[in-house]
Structure formats: C-alpha cells, structure tokens
C-alpha cells in the first residue's frame, strides 16, 4: 500500500515551527511538501543553532522529506513563480507575519477564487478577526507548546479538508490560531474556574482535580509518579501498594473530591508508607496492582528508553546521516516516508523546470537574486 497522502501536494510559505510541524507530518504521510524559503538564508528557523552536525535542532525535527525552493517573494516576479506553483497544489499553507500574505495577494479569498479545490491554511498566532489579530506571537515555555497545538491542529484540519473534498469536489480556508489553539488545550481549568468561582490550584506534577496524582518521595531520595482514575483503583492502592487497606474507606480519603479536599493529609500518608521503600520496588508493586505510573526522566533517560529502542531511524540531510523518530502513528499500511532533510534551495532548479522555466529563464532568476 502507499503512504495515505501520496499523490498530495503542498506548498508552505512557512517559517519557525507551527507551520512547519503541521507541514512536516503530512510529508511524512507521503505529501509532496514543497517548502518555500527566502533565496539564501532560508527559514530563519535553520540558525537557531548548529548542535546536529552543524545543523539547527529546530529545522532537523520539523523539516525531513521536504523540498526547498527559494524564492524572493518581495518581487513580482517570485510571486509570479509562487502563483504558478500554487495553481498546481492540493494545499497551500503560510505562517507570515500577520497581514503579509494578504499583501502579497496570498490571502485564502484571492487563492480560491482561482482554484476551488484549493485548501489554504492559514496559522497565526491569533485569530485575524480580533483585537489581537495583527499581533506576533511566539512561544514562552521551554517547549513550543502553542507551536506544537497550532501545528496539529493545522495538520488534522487540512487531513479532515482533504476528506471532505475527496466527497465534495470543494477544498476550504482554514484558520488556525496558536492562541486559540493553547485555549482549547486550556478548557476543562477553564470550565472549572468559570463554573466554580475560583481557579485551579497550581499544584505542579499533581492534577488539581484528581487525587492521588504526581509525584510522591519514596525511600533513598527517590520519586515515583503515579496516578489514581476512580476508587477501585484507589482502592488496589491501598491494599497492595500502601499495606494500609483501612485508608481507602477512610472519610478523609473515600472518594476522589474528599481526597482532593485533604490533598495534603493524603499525600503525606501515601508517603510515609513509601519512604522505606527504594523507588524500583514501589513501581513494581504498582505494576502488579495496575496503576499508571512511571519515573521522573531528563531528556537523556528519554533518549535511553526501552520503549524507544526499537524505534529509532535515520535520515540524511546535507551534513550526514541524522538518528530520528519516525512519525507516532501506525497506519497500518506502508511506512512512513523519512524524506532528507533540504538544503536552501536545494529543488529550485527541478521546481522551476516543472514549471516550464527554460534554462535561460532560470538563470536570468538566479542573476537577479530571485531564486
């Protein structure tokens, strides 16, 4: 079987991370990505730093498989190219700077007006038709967490745009904001708090509706994460995990709300019946009573880990082989594809001959900068 997406081509104006994550997965699900980038320095997401035999961390996750056409979108004549290739395209994807893509005739109501078909998404960092709509926005937290929201929800909207074109013969414009798209992520503290009158506790690794849940000191300074779903399994706790079975019908701690009012009564009973014991017997123990657990890893137990073993791949890109993991789903049929990573404008001359550029014609581009 092939890869569910071949025979779809994408074409992303599309810089840093949402778009290109979004971008990223369906070139591993057999997309054709073309990957527009300014002639020269490119995504400026390729110089965040240089830790992966010389290339950026950032640009090795998010741009395997893809193909690199560099083009000065600031000119006519690129936009000319660019107008061409998207005639051709299944999907258009763009995360400029708010109103850029607008000004460069890019915008979804000019796009479709030519195609139909066409599926233009749109990411950024606020829905346009607010009062936040012509500003920035970039990640805060160590991890791109929005980034990473506004990413798969770009990528599962195209999938479900793709769909619903395969029954209507229509495409769509899509608009997915990383504002919006964290906010979802935010709703059940949203409904407790508005629901409630009072906002969740910030209590760290702990749930703040759920108890127990998160991290408990067991003995010789180590930690164990666990997480209690209902009572029965509160109840399994208890009896094999604790040896104090008379707590789980304790007034205290009966059902989840009256363990979550007595958090702190709680989680000093939990660990004062796990502080003798070293946290490799504790994660046994919760093993055979069936209750979610696991430890506290750095990024380097993660690289190590059992579950991934089996997992790691290799793709190439202009330094050398590269170590990656493959896409997270299995779909059953072929694998997916693990694509090079490009260089700047590594695809230019092949795109533009696609096009029907002559030789002479593409060099005169190149003379001018505009590739």
């Not at 290799?314 to 694509?339: K, Q, W, Y």
């Not at 533009?352 to 190149?366: F, S």
Request: charged content about 20%.
């Amino acid at each position: 079987m092939p890869v569910p997406l071949t025979g779809v081509t994408v074409v992303s104006v599309e810089q840093a991370v949402a778009a290109p994550f979004a971008t990223r997965q369906l070139a591993d699900l057999g997309a054709r990505v073309i990957k527009v980038e300014r002639p020269g320095s490119g995504d400026f997401a390729r110089h965040y730093d240089t830790t992966v035999k010389g290339l950026a961390s950032y640009f090795v996750w998010l741009n395997r498989g893809k193909q690199s056409l560099s083009l000065d979108l600031g000119s006519a004549a690129g936009r000319s190219v660019l107008g061409r290739l998207i005639d051709r395209a299944d999907v258009f994807v763009q995360n400029l700077a708010p109103g850029a893509a607008a000004r460069m005739g890019l915008s979804a109501e000019v796009l479709r007006v030519r195609d139909q078909r066409l599926i233009v998404c749109d990411v950024s960092g606020y829905a346009p038709d607010g009062p936040f709509g012509d500003r920035r926005a970039y990640d805060k937290a160590g991890i791109s967490v929005a980034d990473i929201a506004g990413g798969m929800y770009a990528f599962s909207s195209i999938l479900a745009a793709l769909y619903a074109r395969e029954r209507t013969g229509v495409g769509a414009a899509l608009q997915v904001s990383l504002f919006e798209s964290l906010t979802e992520w935010m709703a059940q503290p949203m409904y407790y708090a508005m629901y409630t009158g009072v906002p969740p506790a910030r209590t760290g690794t702990s749930h703040a509706t759920i108890a127990p849940y998160g991290s408990f000191r067991t003995g010789g300074g180590g930690t164990v994460q666990l997480g209690v779903q209902n009572d029965r399994e509160w109840h399994r706790l208890c009896s094999q995990v604790l040896g104090r079975p008379e707590l789980a019908d304790d007034p205290r701690f009966a059902t989840n709300a009256a363990r979550v009012a007595a958090r702190g009564e709680l989680d000093r009973e939990i660990e004062a019946a796990l502080g003798t014991r070293p946290p490799d017997e504790v994660l046994a123990l919760l093993d055979a009573a069936q209750i979610a657990n696991a430890r506290l890893n750095t990024v380097g137990d993660l690289l190590a880990h059992p579950q991934l073993e089996h997992r790691w791949a290799e793709m190439e890109s202009p330094t050398g082989p590269i170590r990656t993991l493959p896409f997270p789903v299995s779909t059953g049929g072929a694998p997916p594809d693990l694509g090079p990573i490009p260089a700047v404008g590594e695809h230019t001359d092949a795109i533009l001959a696609e096009l029907g550029l002559t030789d002479a014609e593409v060099a005169a581009l190149r003379s001018s900068g505009m590739v």
